[in-house]
């Protein structure tokens, strides 16, 4: 069984905050996946269901993010689990929008949803970290990380959320680079072919009008032309 938690803040107020982008993968992996509806248990939203042969459960703290390793360590107990069986979908400021990494163990990097995580379970557990960039001081983080998400991110937004859903069965198989895979597929496709191969000739364009030869002239145009 893995124990898959988004990181966010409850309530409207803070539903499309970047600091909230663990809860929108969490609660779009419930919707493509076919999980149970949500229900209030372990101080979060808990949704259960199966992603390939794991069982997973999906859990969103409602403690407000500096609280968030009271709910997560509350169902790993129930549970009896381990921290190695936690996987933790956040935002992350050190990487660009729209990057994705996976990461086991580590720092909390002053992330305050992490930093109660640790305190709860201990640091030996995984994490996705979703880039949503930095607003270039340390001063701005607070607001910036409680606003909104821009017009402009939705595309990429949109692309990683889908992602992280496409590949969350390899992660909860434990296969980090599937799921990273998955979500390369979404955020950067593939070109389409254009059908030639390596080494082809390339094709030779018509000649234009210009290049044809001049049609012989006949002896009355050559005499009209000497006295012109």
Known sequence: MRLFVGL????TKYAGNRHNIGFMVVDR???DHGFAPWRSKFQGQVSEGKLGSEKVILIKPETFMNLSGQSVGEAMRFYKLTS?????F??????????????????????NGLR????????????????IGHPGHKDRV???VLSDFAKADQNWLDDVIRGCSD?????AA??????????ALRTNPPRPSTGAKAGDPKPIPPASTSDKPEAPKSPFDTLRDKFR
């Open 174 to 183: 434990g296969e980090a680079a599937k799921f990273s895979n998955a979500v």
């Open 84 to 88: 190695a069986d936690v996987v933790v």
């Open 8 to 11: 966010g803040n409850p309530g």
């Open 29 to 31: 992996i419930a919707e």
């Open 142 to 144: 607070a607001p910036y």
């Open 116 to 131: 109660s995580i640790h305190q709860h379970i201990g640091a030996d557990y995984d994490r996705v970290r979703l880039g």
């Open 90 to 111: 956040h935002d992350e400021l050190d990487l660009a929008p729209g990057k994705v990494r996976v990461k086991t163990g580590g720092g909390h990097a002053g992330h």
């Open 167 to 171: 590949g969350a069965a390899s992660l």
